[in-house]
């Protein structure tokens, strides 16, 4: 993608809610430090003290929404600061960074999900972010399944609030953008079970890393 620099040691888990990416997350960093190697596990919105907070104005439920234009831009300076601060400095002293959810979130959730201009999201992407992940894994499960699990965590927060058509589109936009990305995106069954689930996302970070 033009104006964007790949690291190779940059990792992002994707999908949708219920996908289990905090699971296969734990596992691609017990393989890391079996390996010897340092590793960041990171997470969006999230991952610095700032980041943290907009999580939380984006996430809760207790104060006005944001239109989509401002839940797009508040996503991207919570990812501008965490680039900034956490994932770049991991990146230069040649640490892996395991971001459970990255600038893909934005283009399936902002974009799929909420209608807005992929050329708005792709200039913040260039502009604010200006790094893609070298491996994007995506755990693909259908809609209804991911949702059955997340409704047994018992809290709802703002975006899982959405209907089952807004998660389709936000599935269908990460299925498209894979198929346009094949060399950074590995789609993985996560129908199935947890151990196996974690057990195909090792088998694809293990297979990156022999080759760089
Ligand atoms: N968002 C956005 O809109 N735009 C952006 O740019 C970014 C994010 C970066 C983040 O909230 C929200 O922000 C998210 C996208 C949006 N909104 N939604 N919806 P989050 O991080 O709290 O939400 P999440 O990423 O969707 O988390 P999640 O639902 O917890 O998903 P997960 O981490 O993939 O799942 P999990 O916690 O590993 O597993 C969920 C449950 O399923 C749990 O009970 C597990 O035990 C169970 N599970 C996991 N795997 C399996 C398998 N294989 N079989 C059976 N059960 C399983």
Request: charged fraction near 25%; hydrophobic fraction near 45%; charge should be negative.
């Amino acid at each position: 993608m033009s104006g964007l620099v790949a690291h190779p040691r940059m990792v992002t888990l994707e999908g949708g809610e219920g996908a289990g990416k905090s699971t296969v997350l734990a596992a691609l960093r017990i393989f890391l430090i079996e390996c010897g190697d340092d590793v960041v596990c990171t997470r969006e919105p999230g991952g610095t003290p700032l980041a943290e907070l907009i999580r939380d104005l984006l996430l809760g439920r207790d104060h006005e929404p944001p239109s989509a234009e401002a839940e797009l831009l508040l996503m991207f300076a919570a990812r501008a600061q965490h680039v900034r601060e956490t994932i770049q400095p991991a990146i230069e002293r040649d640490a892996w960074v395991i971001s459970d959810r990255f600038t893909d979130a934005s283009y399936a959730y902002q974009g799929g999900g909420r209608g807005l201009d992929v050329d708005f999201i792709a200039a913040l992407e260039r502009h604010a972010v200006g790094i893609q992940p070298g491996l994007t894994l995506l755990l693909d499960v259908p809609v209804v399944v991911g949702r059955e699990r997340a409704s047994g965590r018992g809290h709802v927060d703002r975006i899982e609030s959405e209907q089952d058509t807004f998660f389709q589109r936000v599935h269908d936009t990460y299925l498209a953008r894979a198929a346009a990305e094949p060399q950074r995106f590995r789609v993985i069954d996560a129908t199935q079970t947890p151990q196996a689930v974690a057990a195909d996302a090792v088998a694809h970070l293990r297979a990156w890393r022999d080759s760089l």
